[in-house]
């Protein structure tokens, strides 16, 4: 194989992704995507040119080593594929599954200037995947102890990133989570059918073994404070997400059948609602209904394809923008149509109305056109005057985005955020304005990507370990800035 | 895993339970919940912190059985085991020493009321308290009650013990005795919270009452508890519970509660067929 010359790989052509029928699993919530089998993971990876400049690497929010991983499947080499993916990315399962690789790594790779770009993201995927299911999650090497002991607070990729990196450094390292379970949005927000829950879960359980404590229950803010914690910890990382909800604020929004895409998700994932009654979280029954989804992001996505799973008859995206705009990823939205999913494009949701009883019976919406640019260079959507129209759903589902919780700013007043409540941290170290207190993920930068903030995890992670050799730097540092 | 240390009844299908959670106990305030769930599949409810000791380190909550969880809730017993609690949560009660403090609790509002009529006591409040039930057997916390408030008047719609008549009456008949009051907290069914809001409005008291939404995370993430309170929404779990009677919007917070009816219904009629055929087995076996 070392002997394809450029040309030819740059022939061949991309693998396709087998994928359960659309039909078949828009009724199911196992995963859509099947996975490379081994003979075509290897002829995908033949098409990796190994550029010398490595555009992808930069295309990669973490610089995963991407020639070097695939070079090793296209060898055979898949344990030692996989340990290069982990030495960036300590979540490849997920991100090959989750990345918004169209923007990424695959938007710059060469190959893409000719062909489709090499399939980075199934790689990758595949490579963890094996790891997994062949000779079990490798653990690394650690640190002997060192003494210190680091509370992270939040068990999302932000948290459980740093928390593996803090642990190999040989740190103690004790996870606060407010929810039950661990995960973040890995585990009650992004379903089963694009990510399976086993695969979290053998990532939670792969930094048990390794000595980190989970602690469910903990909502850091009620149950202790970040002030609390210092006095325990020598250190503090703060990974709690961007969990709280916007809606669309317009008339009727308290009717029955109105949920937050949190809530929808929350319940159908994390509480298992689809298997009421052996779970006993209900959920509004959606069988046979006609469901909207507003929003055009991962979120909406989800939410609206959850929606036929569950049984709707009809399940819409509701965006007022075109496709284009829509923030989502490219197989996402390419899924929901295969599935069914019908989109108004262009319509922006007025007034929602009900019966006498408070059940929603319906959504009267505004259709829009596309005007000016904004300062985005996005042009602004207009209402067509007099373009209203009724739609009759029996369910809504709000996926507009997330703001951020204050239950830890409120409870930390010297914290500094900003006037959305996003903590303000220095962007090399994650250092916010608080001794001994590190923060990342959702919680900083409003919600963005798993691997952004994972990134920010181990970012932090390697700070921390700085901080706690040498934790006068921190005052000198903001001395500094002061005379600045 | 939280263990069960205490568990007794106090009216039919009411009961206590105390409940080793030590940092909960040091942590939470008057009017604050804990969220719990009683096995792994179970489902996230929110029930009021009616007592603690730092001493022991336990909390005390008192639970209406109405669904399938509260019904299975009060199957545990001490020694038993409860797999997720977290708390405190919520915002606790505005305390301060108004004058005369009315507490009004009907049925398990009596034991939600309990912990912040203390602690209006504690302030320095005339605390008068009244407590609702069907009948006699449904009337709780009446010697706790003694032993925080300067008066305490029991009620029953039948009349079978105490004052005859709904708490509302009760109520009007202070006011119309022209006893001054000056803050009135009522705690339980929404129709209850309603009609003490409608009798306190003409004389402009300071009224709070505590809303119990169906909640799923108890944290402000989902937007699930979310009511309308002088026409703006709010997110009862981290905004409330406890909120100016005269402004809330009692007609949604009724037709929310009922969004699930059906499924509950199923649940609990699912849990109850199972219970009998448990009880049945178990006959069967001891012949
Ligand atoms: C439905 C959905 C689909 C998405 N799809 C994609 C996708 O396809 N690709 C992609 O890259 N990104 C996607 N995202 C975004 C991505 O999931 C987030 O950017 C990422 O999870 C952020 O990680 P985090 O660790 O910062 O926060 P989170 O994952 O939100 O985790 C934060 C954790 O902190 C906990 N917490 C909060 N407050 C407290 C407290 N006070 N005390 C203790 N614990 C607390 C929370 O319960 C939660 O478990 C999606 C998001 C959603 C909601
Ligand atoms: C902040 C807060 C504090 C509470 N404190 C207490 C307490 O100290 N003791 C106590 O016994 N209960 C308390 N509740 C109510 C308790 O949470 C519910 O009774 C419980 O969730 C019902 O669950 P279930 O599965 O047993 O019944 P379900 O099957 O869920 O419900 C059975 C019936 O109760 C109604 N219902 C559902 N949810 C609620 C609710 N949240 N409140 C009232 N009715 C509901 C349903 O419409 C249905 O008619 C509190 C609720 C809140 C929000
Ligand atoms: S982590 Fe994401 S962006 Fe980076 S290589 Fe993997 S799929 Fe591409
Ligand atoms: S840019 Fe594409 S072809 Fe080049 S090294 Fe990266 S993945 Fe391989
Ligand atoms: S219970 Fe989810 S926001 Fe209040």
Redesign the pocket.
């Known amino acids: 194989m070392a002997d394809l010359t450029n040309k030819e790989r740059m022939k061949i052509q991309k693998h396709h992704m087998p994928e359960q029928d659309p039909l078949e699993r828009a009724k199911n919530f196992l995963e859509v995507n099947l996975g490379y089998d081994t003979a075509t993971a290897i002829e995908e990876a033949q ?5 010398k400049n ?4 930069e295309g990669c929010p973490v610089r995963v080593d ?2 070097g991983f ?1 070079k090793q499947i296209e060898l055979g080499n898949f344990k030692e594929a996989a340990a290069i993916l982990k030495k960036d990315n300590a979540l490849p399962a997920v991100c090959g599954r989750v990345c918004p690789q169209e923007e990424q ?1 695959e938007m ?5 200037k000719k062909n489709a ?2 399939a ?1 993201g199934y790689l990758e995927r595949w490579a963890a995947d094996w790891e997994r299911k062949n000779i079990g999650l490798q653990k690394p090497e650690l640190k002997p102890k060192t003494g210190k002991k680091v509370a992270i607070v939040g068990g999302g990729p932000a948290g459980l990133s740093c928390a593996g990196d803090l642990i190999q450094m040989g740190h103690d390292v004790v996870v606060f989570e407010a929810l039950h379970e661990i995960g973040g949005v890995l585990m009650y927000g992004i379903p089963e059918f694009r990510l399976p829950k086993v695969i979290v879960q053998a990532e939670v359980d792969g930094l048990r073994e390794m000595g980190v404590e989970f602690r469910t229950n903990q909502v850091i803010g009620m149950t202790d404070t970040v002030d609390e914690l210092l006095k325990e910890y020598d250190a503090v990382f703060l990974g709690v997400g961007a969990g709280l909800p916007y809606f669309l604020n317009i008339p009727g929004e308290h009717l029955n059948g109105i949920y937050s895409a949190n809530e929808y998700l929350t319940r159908v994932n994390l509480m298992k609602a689809y298997d009421f009654p052996n779970s006993d979280t209900p959920m509004f029954n959606v069988m046979g209904k006609s469901v909207a989804v507003f929003g055009g992001g991962n979120t909406a996505m989800d939410a609206v394809r959850t929606s036929l799973r569950l049984g709707a008859k009809k399940a819409m995206i509701i965006y007022r923008r075109t496709e284009k705009e829509m923030p989502a990823r490219v197989e996402e939205i390419k899924h929901a149509k295969e599935e069914g999913v019908e989109f108004f494009l262009l319509h922006a949701p007025i007034e929602f109305y009900g019966d006498e009883e408070g059940w929603l019976k319906g959504v009267k919406v505004q259709e829009m056109e596309l005007g000016e640019p904004d300062a985005s260079g996005r042009r602004r959507p207009v209402p067509i005057e007099g373009a209203i129209k009724d739609i009759p759903i029996e369910v809504a589902v709000v996926a507009i985005g997330n703001g951020s919780n204050p239950i830890i700013s409120k409870t930390t007043p010297d914290l500094k955020v900003n006037k959305w409540g996003n903590i303000l941290v220095d962007e090399k170290t994650m250092k916010t304005n608080k001794k001994g207190v590190f923060a990342g993920g959702d919680i900083v930068t409003g919600g963005a990507t798993v691997i952004l903030a994972m990134g920010a995890g181990r970012t932090a992670a390697a700070a921390i370990d700085e901080y706690l050799k040498n934790p006068d730097v921190w005052l000198e540092e903001k001395k500094e800035e002061v005379t600045n | 895993m939280n263990k069960i240390i205490e568990a007794r009844f106090l009216a039919p299908d009411v009961k206590l339970f105390r409940i080793e959670a030590p940092k909960i106990a040091e942590k939470r305030k008057p009017g604050q919940f804990i969220i719990l769930r009683v096995h792994k599949n179970g489902e996230r409810i929110p029930l009021t912190i009616a007592d603690s000791s730092t001493e022991d380190g336990t909390i005390t909550i008192i639970v209406q059985g109405i669904g399938k969880t509260t019904k299975h809730l009060n199957t545990l017993e001490a020694g038993g085991e409860i797999i997720d609690l977290v708390g405190p949560l919520g915002k606790p009660s505005h305390i301060e020493n108004f004058g005369t403090a009315v507490s009004i609790g009907g049925g398990v509002g009596t034991a939600i009321a309990y912990p912040t009529a203390k602690a209006l006591k504690e302030a320095g409040n005339h605390v008068i308290s009244i407590i609702g039930g069907r009948t006699k057997e449904f009337v709780i916390l009446e010697d706790e009650m003694k032993a925080v408030c300067d008066e305490v008047y029991p009620t029953t719609d039948d009349g079978s013990y105490g004052f005859h008549g709904f708490v509302t009456q009760k109520l009007q008949q202070l006011l119309d005795e022209g006893r001054k009051i000056d803050f009135v907290l009522a705690i339980g069914p929404i129709p209850m919270m309603k009609a003490v809001a409608d009798v306190t409005r003409p004389y402009g008291i300071k009224t709070v009452v505590s809303l119990n939404p169906i909640m799923v995370d108890g944290t402000g993430m989902c937007g699930g508890c979310r009511a309308l309170v002088d026409d703006k929404v709010v997110f009862v779990c981290v905004d409330g519970p406890e909120f100016d009677a005269h402004k809330v919007d009692f007609s949604v917070l009724t037709k929310r509660n009922r969004m699930y009816l059906s499924q509950e219904k199923q649940s609990v009629e699912e849990f109850e067929h199972k219970c009998k055929l448990d009880a049945k087995i178990k006959e069967v076996a001891n012949g």
């Open positions: 098409r990796c040119i190994q550029c490595k555009p992808c690497v991407i020639p695939i790594c710059v790779c060469t190959v893409g770009p090499v980075i």
